[in-house]
C-alpha cells in the first residue's frame, strides 16, 4: 500500500499529469457541444428527427488522448535525467532504492495509473454527457439501464488505454515515440481504423474492440463485435502487453 501510495502522490505532483487531465476533460467536453450544437440546428430545421444514440459516447473516444497522456507521463518520468544542480540522476534509481522489489514497484506504478485513469474518464463522463444534457435539452438521447454498461465501458476503456501507453512506455523507456504515436491513432489519423479497410482481423487491435464497449454506431464498419467480445479482446491486449512490460522490466539494468 505504501509503494501505491507513493506513486499516486507522484502521479498528483506531475504537472503533465494535470495537462493530461485537462486535455482528458476539455476535448471531449468542447467536441461534444460543438457536436450537440449541430445535432439541434439539424432537429430544429426538421432535417434530423433525433440526436445520434452515440453522442457524447463518440466524444469520449477522443477524450482518451487524456489517458494517454497520463500513462505515457506516468512512467516515462522516471526516466528523464534531472538537472545537474539536482545531481544528474534519474527518478529510477531512487524509486527502486525506495522499493526494491521491481515487480512490486511496477505492480503499484501500473496500479496507480489505472485508478488515475479511471477517476479521469468518470470525471470527463460526466462533464461531457452534462454538455450534451445542456446544449440539447430535451432533445438529448434519454438515459435507460442500457447505458450503465456503456457508461461502465468508457471508463474501462480509458484505464486500459492508460495500462496500454504505460506498458509501451515500459519498454521504449522514454515517452516521446510512444506519446506521438497514440495520440495521432486516437486523434488525427487512425491508422487502425484504416487497417480495417485492409483486413477485417485489425477490428480486433486493442483501440478499434475497446470502443465496442460503449460506440453502437461505429461508422464504415460492417463487422459485428459485441461489447463483452471487445472488452475480451481490448482485457488479452493489455494483459500482453503487461506481462511483456514487467519481463522486460524485471530484466533489463535500470
Not at 487524456?66 to 527518478?91: D, F, P
Not at 522514454?174 to 482481423?201: C, D, E, F, R, W
Amino acid at each position: 500500500m505504501k509503494a501505491l501510495a507513493a506513486e499516486a502522490s507522484k502521479l498528483a505532483s506531475s504537472p503533465a499529469v494535470w495537462i493530461a487531465a485537462a486535455a482528458g476533460v476539455l476535448v471531449p467536453g468542447v467536441i461534444a457541444a460543438i457536436t450537440a450544437s449541430s445535432a439541434l440546428g439539424a432537429i430544429t430545421r426538421g432535417t434530423e428527427a433525433n440526436a445520434a444514440i452515440d453522442t457524447g459516447y463518440q466524444e469520449l473516444a477522443f477524450g482518451v488522448a487524456g489517458a494517454i497522456i497520463l500513462g505515457v507521463v506516468g512512467v516515462s518520468g522516471e526516466y528523464v535525467t534531472e538537472s545537474a544542480e539536482s545531481g544528474g540522476g534519474r527518478q529510477i534509481t531512487t524509486s527502486l532504492t525506495v522499493v526494491p522489489s521491481r515487480l512490486r514497484f511496477l505492480l503499484a506504478k501500473m496500479s496507480a495509473i489505472a485508478v488515475s485513469g479511471a477517476l479521469l474518464a468518470i470525471t470527463a463522463t460526466v462533464t461531457t454527457m452534462g454538455v450534451v444534457r445542456v446544449v440539447l435539452g430535451e432533445h438529448a438521447p434519454a438515459w435507460g439501464a442500457d447505458d450503465v454498461p456503456r457508461l461502465a465501458g468508457v471508463v474501462c476503456y480509458w484505464a486500459y488505454t492508460a495500462l496500454l501507453a504505460s506498458a509501451i512506455t515500459v519498454l521504449t523507456r522514454h515517452g516521446v515515440v510512444p506519446l506521438a504515436v497514440l495520440i495521432a491513432n486516437t486523434s488525427v489519423v487512425s491508422v487502425t481504423y484504416l487497417l480495417t479497410k485492409i483486413t477485417p482481423l485489425a477490428n480486433y487491435l486493442p483501440d478499434m474492440a475497446g470502443v465496442r464497449m460503449f460506440i453502437r454506431q461505429l461508422a464504415d464498419s460492417t463487422a459485428e463485435i459485441s461489447p463483452l467480445t471487445g472488452c475480451l479482446v481490448m482485457t488479452i491486449w493489455v494483459t500482453v502487453l503487461l506481462v511483456i512490460a514487467v519481463i522486460s522490466f524485471t530484466r533489463r539494468d535500470a
